[in-house]
């Protein structure tokens, strides 16, 4: 009977878990309802996509889809090169058929398009480096202070980045490669790992864009993370969230953007914090803040207007 009570107590301790963790990823994006099949069936990418199917790491056993937008005039002139943006979550940015929920993709590769063909912002590639599931958990967070280290994969997700994709992209497509040129990007524990990942590689990344961060992760370390950071680092910042998020976003948010203030990031200049009024957390509202965080990152260079194409020309 004693025996039979403990693997009773056992068997509940172990849902109990189970429930918080499933929580978790419904607030934090990893898994939510699906409205349907239908929706999975409609694909909505828009412009140059090129996919590039079970990308291996050896440093994370899950293999995972890269998705690469390209600008247009990409195919026009095999001598440009271009600035890359790398974001987490891959499967949100460009399609509603693959997106956490379906039909609520980020629209990046839409945004991008109007406002290059614009001349509004500097032609860009973005690199989505889809997560791995229930396993997205453990490699968007850094090792827990202070105890047990359950999960905390981002160490080796950083690996991943800087060590195989990075390099994968820059051998396949035309990129500039410096960290100016190169940005780090995501959303709720997409940008918990972003902040982490990008003041670890301040000299791979020098544009940093962080929506509606997980920032109260394990007591919001990230916040004191950044306040032990020697000094100002050398890159540009976007941060936004919405004002309709759960609370706990958007008070984190409030204390990692005054926390960088503190350490010397200027608004306007190298640091721009938007609260979008009413947004909430849902994956499909963040494409309401592409185009603000778009227009600060990847302002227009002097010679990057598009002229008319003279014809087409082969690409890496």
Do not use: C
């Not at 032609?123 to 905390?152: E, Y």
């Not at 981002?154 to 994968?168: Q, S, T």
């Not at 035309?174 to 780090?184: F, I, M, P, S, V």
């Not at 998020?245 to 914090?273: I, T």
């Amino acid at each position: 009977m004693r025996l039979f009570k403990y693997l009773r107590i056992s068997l509940l301790i172990l849902a109990a878990i189970g429930l918080i963790v499933f929580r978790f990823h419904l607030q934090t994006g990893a898994t939510t309802p699906d409205p349907g099949a239908a929706l999975r069936a409609i694909h909505t990418l828009t412009g140059n996509i090129k996919i590039h199917q079970d990308f291996h790491s050896r440093f994370l056993p899950t293999d995972r889809t890269i998705t690469v937008y390209l600008p247009p005039g990409y195919e026009d002139d095999r001598n440009r090169r271009y600035p890359v943006l790398y974001m987490q979550d891959g499967q949100n940015l460009f399609d509603g058929a693959t997106s956490f929920m379906a039909g609520n993709e980020w629209q990046m590769d839409e945004k991008a398009e109007t406002l290059i063909s614009k001349n509004q912002i500097e032609p860009l590639i973005i690199v989505g480096v889809s997560s791995s599931g229930l396993a997205r958990i453990s490699d968007f967070t850094p090792p827990m202070i202070g105890g047990p280290k359950p999960g905390g994969h981002a160490d080796l997700y950083g690996r991943m980045l800087v060590e195989e994709i990075k390099p994968f992209i820059d051998a396949q497509y035309r990129t500039k490669a410096g960290a100016a040129d190169t940005g780090l990007g995501g959303m709720s524990l997409g940008g918990l790992v972003t902040i982490y990942l990008g003041f670890k590689y301040p000299a791979v990344f020098g544009k940093l864009a962080i929506t509606s961060p997980a920032a109260f992760w394990n007591n919001e370390m990230i916040v004191g993370y950044v306040r032990s950071l020697p000094s100002k680092t050398n890159q540009r910042i976007y941060l936004s969230v919405g004002t309709a998020e759960q609370v706990e976003f958007l008070d984190s948010a409030r204390d990692l953007h005054q926390v960088l203030v503190d350490k010397g990031w200027r608004p306007g200049m190298n640091f721009d914090y938007f609260e979008a009024p009413g947004v909430n957390h849902a994956p499909g509202k963040h494409g309401a803040r592409v185009e603000h965080m778009l227009r600060f990152l990847s302002p227009p260079q002097l010679g990057s207007i598009r002229r008319p194409s003279r014809g087409a020309n082969s690409s890496r």
